[in-house]
């Protein structure tokens, strides 16, 4: 059982940044891919980042490349993403997810991959 906690999100200006935070529990951390996902008011759960096991591999959505960084530290059972150039359009709730991966080379952006899931944390971008 893993129990995932994020923390970071808030009120900010378009342009501005935040760093989310996703505190594991539990002592395997370091066996399980991480990933971030948004649900916007009204749409649907989608995918922003993910993260294999030792940080190897690292996939992005699209529309957050090159604004979106995503880190681990298996040391601390954290996962981060850092957030930048932010727009309206990232207005939404942020949720980290845990996936049981047997190897280095997993970092799935699709939901059905993840085990373990936070509670979520607010992100709003004021224009």
């Known amino acids: 059982q893993v129990q995932l906690v994020e923390s970071g999100g808030g009120l900010v200006q378009a342009g501005g940044s935040l760093r989310l935070s996703c505190a594991a529990s539990g002592r395997t951390f370091s066996r399980y891919a991480m990933g971030w996902f948004r649900q916007a008011p009204g749409k649907e759960r989608e995918s922003v980042a993910a993260i294999s096991r030792s940080a190897i591999i690292r996939y992005y959505k699209d529309s957050v490349k090159g604004r979106f960084t995503i880190s681990r530290d298996n040391a601390k059972n954290t996962v981060y993403l850092q957030l930048n150039s932010l727009k309206p359009e990232d207005t939404a709730v942020y949720y980290c997810?845990?996936?049981?991966?047997?190897?280095?080379?997993?970092?799935?952006?699709?939901?059905?991959?993840?085990?373990?899931w936070g509670q979520g944390t607010q992100v709003t971008v004021s224009s």
């Open positions: 997810a845990a996936g049981l991966s047997s190897g280095d080379s997993s970092a799935p952006l699709y939901p059905g991959a993840y085990d373990y």
